[in-house]
T-cell receptor
């Protein structure tokens, strides 16, 4: 069974631009969570989607948004990029709401210049 | 405010030795405690997890010890191997919030010397 896939793997943007990252969960998994990983702040929860609905949101500004499609694939968008948005963005999937194991993808490395 | 505190920040252990990583939490609503292993350039991989109704769980060379009253849990890596050199993260979450929202510790970089 294929794991969680994320595209693109690497991205370079400049300040003020916007970016869209994509995540395909494990087949049959309906929940997708997004995390930001930086050396300074560690792993921080961004948001979670289940059945196309946002279930939970972390403490990030409104520039960070996401959505989930009917096939459970998810995208996150960051608008008006700042230097501090440079990070590894990780997506994780779970089978259902009552299933607690989360499986992570390889991440998208975003660099903001 | 970090809800899960992890220590040490790094540790060096000889091949065959035991690596011990500790975590503490405050939120009593947490009811699921996974450990993740991350290699450079990779996403975190689920290693082992525990629920608070058991005090210990063992899978191969990896053991979680859980102390509910002290709100602490730890990972023991027995017979450490060079291939275990990685960063380890403890995490916690609870059904009342969402199991999809993991609160992570800061991570421990483990180096196993030959």
């Amino acid at each position: 069974k294929a794991g969680v896939t994320q595209t693109p793997r690497y991205l370079i943007k400049t300040r003020g631009q916007q970016v869209t990252l994509s995540c395909s969960p494990i087949s049959g998994h309906r929940s997708v969570s997004w995390y930001q990983q930086t050396p300074g702040q560690g792993l921080q929860f961004l948001f979670e989607y289940f059945s196309e609905t946002q279930r939970n949101k972390g403490n990030f500004p409104g520039r960070f948004s996401g959505r989930q499609f009917s096939n459970s694939r998810s995208e996150m968008n960051v608008s008006t990029l700042e230097l501090g948005d440079s990070a590894l963005y990780l997506c994780a999937s779970r089978k259902t709401e009552s299933y607690n194991e989360q499986f992570f993808g390889p991440g998208t490395r975003l660099t903001v210049l | 405010q970090q809800q899960v505190k992890q220590s040490p920040q790094s540790l060096i252990v000889q091949k065959g030795g035991i690596s011990i990583i500790n975590c503490a939490y405050e939120n009593t609503a947490f009811d699921y405690f996974p450990w993740y292993q991350q290699f450079p350039g990779k996403g975190p991989a689920l290693l082992i997890a525990i629920r608070p109704d058991v005090s210990e769980k063992k899978e191969g060379r990896f053991t979680i010890s859980f102390n509910k009253s002290a709100k602490q849990f730890s990972l023991h890596i027995m017979d450490s191997q060079p291939g275990d050199s990685a960063t380890y993260f403890c995490a916690a979450t609870g059904a009342t919030d969402s199991w999809g929202k993991l609160q992570f510790g800061a991570g421990t970089q483990v180096v196993v010397t030959p």
